[in-house]
C-alpha cells in the first residue's frame, strides 16, 4: 500500500515541504533509507543522515532548518518522534486490518463471531466460544471450548488458548503463547512416583494485556490464574497456577513465577527473574534481572541478588565483593604482622 507526502501530512497534521506526490510503501532508519521508504529524525546524534539518506520523506520537528542541500521531502510537525509513533500504530492498524473466515478453518456451529472478525487458516475454534467485534485471529491457532474474546484483540499465528479461558477488550497473544495449559500439580505417593492433581480452574486476562511469544500462562487448579489490566509480558515467560498479576506490571522476558503468588500492580521485573511460590509482592516494586526472590516484598521496594535483598545494600556490597582478593590479602598480611610481633 502506497502513501504521498501529502496523505501522510494530513494524518500527522503536519506540512510538507518537497514533492507532496512523492510516495512511500515501506518504513526504515534514517541511515538505512531508499527510494520509497519514509522515515524520521528526532535525535540530533542523527541529524548528518539527513543529507545522506535516501528516503522519499523524512519527519522532523518544526525547528529542524536544513543546512546543506537535501533530496528528502520533509513533512514538518510539532514533535518527529510522537508523530513517527502515531504513523507506526496507522501502520499497524492497516496491516491488520483483515476480515473474514479462510479455509480451511474450524468455527463450531455453537461459536459466535463479531462483527469485523477475521480468522486465518488452519485456525480451531471450538464449541460456546465467544469472538468479540475487530478481533483478529491469525493462522494455526486454536481457541479451545468455552473460550471468551473481547473486542479489538489479536491473536498472532500458532497460539494456544486452552478451555475456558477469559481475554478482555484490546489484547495482543503473540505466536507461540500457550494460555490456560494445566499447572504443575502432582502429588507424590508412597513408592516415589507422582500422582496428577486435576487442574479444574481457568486463566482470566483482564482489557490491555499483553502477552510475548511463548509466554506460557498455566490454568489455576482451582479458581482463576489472573493477569489484571495494562499488564506486559515479554517473551518466554513462566506463569504458574493461581498466580495473580496486578495492574500495569510489566515484566522482561525468561521470568517464572511459582504457583499461587501475588504480583501487585505497576511492578517491573527485570529478565531471568525467579519468584518462589506461595508469597506476595506490592505495589511499585522494582526487581533486577537476574533476581531470586524467595519471601514476600512490600511496596515500592527495590531488589536485587539472589537471593534478592535491597538494590542500594546490593550496589554497595558489590564493590566490596569486586575487590575481595584484595581485602583477603589484606587481612593475611594484617595477621602475619600480628602474629610476627607477638
Same mark, same amino acid.
Given at each position: 500500500?502506497? *502513501?504521498?507526502?501529502?496523505?501522510?501530512?494530513?494524518?500527522?497534521?503536519?506540512?510538507?515541504? !518537497? +514533492?507532496?506526490?512523492?510516495?512511500?510503501?515501506?518504513?526504515?532508519?534514517?541511515?538505512?533509507?531508499?527510494?520509497?521508504?519514509?522515515?524520521?529524525?528526532?535525535?540530533?546524534?542523527?541529524?548528518?543522515?539527513?543529507? /545522506? /539518506?535516501?528516503?522519499?520523506?523524512?519527519?522532523?520537528?518544526?525547528? *529542524?532548518?536544513?543546512?546543506?542541500?537535501?533530496?528528502? /521531502?520533509?513533512?514538518?510537525?510539532? =514533535?518527529?518522534?510522537?508523530?513517527?509513533?502515531?504513523?507506526?500504530?496507522?501502520?499497524?492498524?492497516?496491516?491488520?486490518?483483515?476480515?473474514?473466515?479462510?479455509?480451511?478453518?474450524?468455527?463450531?456451529?455453537?461459536?459466535?463471531? !463479531?462483527?469485523?472478525?477475521?480468522? !486465518?487458516?488452519?485456525?480451531?475454534?471450538?464449541?460456546?466460544?465467544?469472538?468479540?467485534?475487530?478481533?483478529?485471529?491469525?493462522?494455526?491457532?486454536?481457541?479451545?471450548?468455552?473460550?471468551?474474546?473481547? =473486542?479489538?484483540?489479536?491473536?498472532?499465528?500458532?497460539?494456544?488458548?486452552?478451555?475456558?479461558?477469559?481475554? $478482555?477488550?484490546?489484547?495482543?497473544?503473540?505466536?507461540?503463547?500457550?494460555?490456560?495449559?494445566? $499447572?504443575?500439580?502432582?502429588?507424590?505417593?508412597?513408592?516415589?512416583?507422582?500422582?496428577?492433581?486435576?487442574?479444574?480452574?481457568?486463566?482470566?486476562?483482564?482489557?490491555?494485556?499483553?502477552?510475548?511469544?511463548?509466554?506460557?500462562?498455566?490454568?489455576?487448579?482451582?479458581?482463576?490464574?489472573?493477569?489484571?489490566?495494562?499488564?506486559?509480558?515479554?517473551?518466554?515467560?513462566?506463569?504458574?497456577? +493461581?498466580?495473580?498479576?496486578?495492574?500495569? /506490571?510489566?515484566?522482561?522476558?525468561?521470568?517464572?513465577?511459582? $504457583?499461587?503468588?501475588?504480583?501487585?500492580?505497576?511492578?517491573?521485573?527485570?529478565?531471568?527473574?525467579?519468584?518462589?511460590?506461595?508469597?506476595?509482592?506490592?505495589?511499585?516494586?522494582?526487581?533486577?534481572?537476574?533476581?531470586?526472590?524467595?519471601?514476600?516484598?512490600?511496596?515500592?521496594?527495590?531488589?536485587?541478588?539472589?537471593?534478592?535483598?535491597?538494590?542500594?545494600?546490593?550496589?554497595?556490597?558489590?564493590?566490596?565483593?569486586?575487590?575481595?582478593?584484595?581485602?583477603?590479602?589484606?587481612?593475611?598480611?594484617?595477621?602475619?604482622?600480628?602474629? !610476627?610481633?607477638?
Amino acid at each position: 500500500m502506497k *502513501f504521498t507526502a501529502q496523505q501522510i501530512a494530513g494524518i500527522l497534521e503536519g506540512d510538507v515541504e !518537497g +514533492n507532496p506526490d512523492v510516495e512511500v510503501f515501506k518504513l526504515s532508519k534514517i541511515e538505512e533509507g531508499t527510494e520509497g521508504s519514509l522515515t524520521f529524525l528526532s535525535n540530533p546524534k542523527y541529524k548528518n543522515y539527513i543529507y /545522506t /539518506t535516501e528516503a522519499s520523506v523524512t519527519i522532523v520537528n518544526k525547528t *529542524f532548518k536544513p543546512e546543506n542541500t537535501i533530496k528528502t /521531502t520533509l513533512i514538518k510537525v510539532s =514533535d518527529a518522534y510522537s508523530a513517527f509513533s502515531k504513523l507506526l500504530e496507522y501502520y499497524n492498524l492497516v496491516k491488520l486490518n483483515k476480515v473474514g473466515v479462510e479455509q480451511p478453518s474450524f468455527v463450531s456451529e455453537s461459536s459466535s463471531l !463479531g462483527d469485523n472478525v477475521y480468522v !486465518g487458516a488452519f485456525t480451531y475454534i471450538g464449541e460456546n466460544v465467544h469472538v468479540g467485534e475487530n478481533v483478529k485471529i491469525f493462522p494455526n491457532c486454536y481457541i479451545g471450548d468455552n473460550v471468551h474474546i473481547g =473486542d479489538n484483540t489479536v491473536v498472532y499465528s500458532g497460539a494456544k488458548v486452552y478451555s475456558d479461558t477469559v481475554i $478482555g477488550n484490546s489484547c495482543f497473544i503473540n505466536s507461540g503463547a500457550i494460555i490456560g495449559a494445566d $499447572g504443575f500439580g502432582f502429588a507424590p505417593n508412597e513408592d516415589g512416583s507422582y500422582k496428577k492433581i486435576p487442574q479444574t480452574g481457568n486463566v482470566i486476562i483482564e482489557d490491555n494485556v499483553d502477552i510475548g511469544a511463548a509466554t506460557t500462562i498455566d490454568r489455576a487448579t482451582l479458581g482463576s490464574t489472573i493477569i489484571k489490566s495494562g499488564v506486559k509480558l515479554d517473551n518466554q515467560i513462566q506463569i504458574a497456577h +493461581n498466580v495473580e498479576i496486578g495492574k500495569n /506490571t510489566v515484566i522482561a522476558a525468561q521470568t517464572g513465577i511459582a $504457583g499461587s503468588s501475588k504480583i501487585g500492580e505497576n511492578c517491573q521485573i527485570g529478565g531471568q527473574v525467579g519468584i518462589v511460590g506461595h508469597i506476595s509482592i506490592g505495589n511499585n516494586v522494582k526487581i533486577q534481572a537476574q533476581s531470586g526472590i524467595i519471601s514476600s516484598l512490600k511496596d515500592n521496594e527495590v531488589v536485587q541478588g539472589s537471593p534478592a535483598f535491597s538494590y542500594s545494600d546490593f550496589s554497595k556490597s558489590y564493590v566490596h565483593f569486586r575487590k575481595l582478593p584484595q581485602i583477603v590479602k589484606n587481612i593475611d598480611d594484617i595477621e602475619k604482622k600480628i602474629n !610476627g610481633n607477638s
